[in-house]
Structure formats: structure tokens, C-alpha cells
């Protein structure tokens, strides 16, 4: 199901990829599950449900290191993207809440 949720968000089909990713977090409440909701619901504006599972990521991520071949920001790309989970749902907490997360 996890496979099928970034599939769909990388054809755009965000919708899908909330309704996928929400069935895999549900049945596996990772990190990584929560990280992937959360962008769902940012994809689809749904950013009051995004923030407390950006918020809870980036509490408890432990610096992971994620690849995806996909940029919210830009797209797809062709090659696989690295980033640190934790830094990422930080950022996308300041972009979101317009204000810098500190840890608490």
C-alpha cells in the first residue's frame, strides 16, 4: 500500500494518495506512514491535518534519512531525492505555520 500511495502522489493523484496513505498509516503507524500523510494532506490543502503530523515527525523523526523520486516542490525527477525526514517536516512546518518549529 505504501508503494501505491507514492505512486499516486507521483502521477499527482493526490486525492488517491490521501485515501492510500491514510489506509497504510492506519494499519502501520511508522514515521515514514505519518511523514507521507502528512504531504497528502499538504498536496491537497488540507493543511490544518498536515501540521500535527508534520509536528510529530519532526519531534520524533530522529534525523532518518528518506529517498523519494519525488519533489513536492517540483515533481517528479528522474533521479531519487535524499533528505533527512526530520529537517524536512521542520521546514515544511515553518512553510506551513509560517513560523520557525522548535523543539520542545
Do not use: C
Amino acid at each position: 500500500m505504501e508503494q501505491q500511495a507514492e505512486e499516486a502522489g507521483q502521477a499527482g493523484d493526490w486525492a488517491r494518495e490521501v485515501a492510500l496513505a491514510g489506509a497504510s498509516y492506519s494499519k502501520s503507524a511508522s514515521l515514514l506512514n505519518e511523514f507521507n500523510l502528512a504531504t497528502a494532506y499538504m498536496h491537497t490543502g488540507q493543511n490544518a491535518l498536515a501540521i500535527p503530523l508534520y509536528a510529530d515527525v519532526a519531534a520524533n523523526g530522529q534525523y532518518t534519512d528518506v529517498i523519494a523520486q519525488y519533489n513536492y516542490r517540483t515533481g517528479p525527477r528522474p533521479a531519487r531525492v535524499s533528505y533527512n525526514m526530520t529537517d524536512e517536516a521542520n521546514r515544511r512546518l515553518t512553510e506551513l505555520t509560517g513560523q520557525a518549529n522548535t523543539p520542545g
